[in-house]
């Protein structure tokens, strides 16, 4: 019994050593291996490249298993495609009008700077006043992004979409209508040619509603005026309440240029309607 003892003791003693022995070698094989890595620029990339990987490959695993959709499904990039600004980088003018039209509209302030800060941008690029691009996208879509006349003008500034294929082409297609960014720039760009068309930012305005042959717009380009002037008073640091009624300002006597136009219409040159006065407006730019 006593030498059964013994040897069982002796046993454990060597298994102790070995394993001492054992790890005394792997913890040295593994620092070996390590200042041999960081002595090699390429290896060192190749074993970072690989634990990024598997890194990445368990969290995938991870979220493909939970049942959390913002988990599962997460985008880290989706951040990226949004239209918006802290409102610490805007200008304190451009901070202000943001701060009013996003009362008066009920939209975020965060898109509304971003569309201010473009609308700045825009402007001063083209020499047209950013209240007034912001006013017009106020009157026709109250910054909407994804509105849609019955006559087919869609997004921000209600663009002919279906007429103004070609201005999208360079912002990816016509889809481009419903991104805010790019259907402002595309607005401005039609209604720079109604102006130059017109001679006259009045007439102009007329143009770009599609009343440039009726007697009647409907009130848009004073809507359009009253409401820049609303947003010049407070960029400028007026007070203009968020409630503030819509005027309309009278427009001022016809310019040459307009009135040529209407003096030159034929009765066939005269639409019918609306939708039809917008579309032979658009297809003349």
């Known amino acids: 019994m006593r030498s059964i003892n013994v040897f069982m003791r002796d046993v454990g003693n060597g298994l102790l050593e070995i394993s001492h022995n054992s790890l005394a070698l792997l913890g040295l094989a593994v620092v070996v291996a390590l200042v041999f890595v960081a002595g090699r620029p390429d290896m060192r990339h190749q074993s970072e490249t690989w634990a990024l990987g598997w890194l990445q490959e368990r969290h995938v695993s991870r979220a493909a298993e939970s049942d959390d959709l913002t988990i599962a499904a997460a985008e880290p990039d989706a951040v990226e495609r949004a239209t918006a600004v802290d409102p610490k980088e805007l200008t304190k003018q451009q901070a202000a009008l943001a701060k009013w039209i996003s009362r008066r509209y009920n939209v975020a302030l965060e898109p509304i700077g971003r569309l201010v800060q473009e609308a700045w941008t825009i402007g001063h690029h083209v020499g047209l006043d950013p209240t007034l691009i ?152």
């Open 134 to 285: 912001l006013a017009i996208a106020a009157i026709e879509s109250r910054f909407n992004p994804f509105a849609q006349s019955a006559m087919g003008a869609q997004g921000l500034m209600q663009v002919m979409t279906r007429v103004h294929v070609d201005k999208y082409e360079p912002f990816g297609g016509s889809h481009a209508a419903f991104d805010p960014i790019s259907n402002l720039k595309v607005g401005v760009q039609v209604l720079r040619e109604c102006i130059a068309r017109a001679g006259g930012l009045e007439a102009g305005l007329r143009w770009y509603v599609g009343a440039a042959n009726l007697d009647d717009d409907g009130g848009y380009m004073g809507k359009v005026l009253s409401e820049q002037d609303h947003m010049k008073r407070v960029a400028g640091g007026g007070a203009v309440p968020p409630n503030a009624p819509l005027g309309v300002r009278k427009a001022s006597p016809a310019a040459p240029a307009a009135r040529e136009a209407s003096a030159t219409s034929t009765a066939a040159d005269i639409p019918s309607s609306p939708a039809q006065a917008a579309e032979q407006v658009a297809l003349a730019q």
